[in-house]
Nanobody
């Protein structure tokens, strides 16, 4: 059984930073495609960053230069370092993964973690 568990969300002032974590069980991030998405109530879930199983990384334009994806293979955990946060970054952030190459639909999703940025 695959589980993705996000953590690290919270309330932060504009200009601040947060680091989100996504710990996996039942799937190895080192051989998987991984992504972070975010969703505001009433809107679609938007891609923040995707990382293929070959380590090709793509960031949404809105977060380039502010957010950074990283991983700790020993802990089977991926991270999203978020700097220079603005109220527009307020959302529920989700981790997603698929074994091997991404085939167009993410196989697994975490439960999400709320990030709230106050002005």
């Amino acid at each position: 059984q695959v589980q993705l568990v996000e953590s690290g969300g919270g309330l932060v002032q504009a200009g601040g930073s947060l680091r989100l974590s996504c710990a996996a069980s039942g799937i190895m991030f080192t051989s998987s495609s991984v992504a972070w998405y975010r969703q505001v109530p009433g809107k679609q879930r938007d891609m923040v960053v995707t990382v293929t199983n070959t380590a090709l990384t793509r960031y949404a334009d809105s977060v380039k230069g502010r957010f950074t994806f990283s991983r700790d293979s020993a802990k089977n955990t991926v991270y999203l370092q978020m700097n220079s946060l603005t109220p527009d970054d307020t959302a529920v952030y989700y981790c997603a993964a698929s074994r091997g190459a991404f085939g167009g639909r993410w196989e697994y999703w975490g439960q999400g973690t709320q990030v709230t940025v106050s002005s």
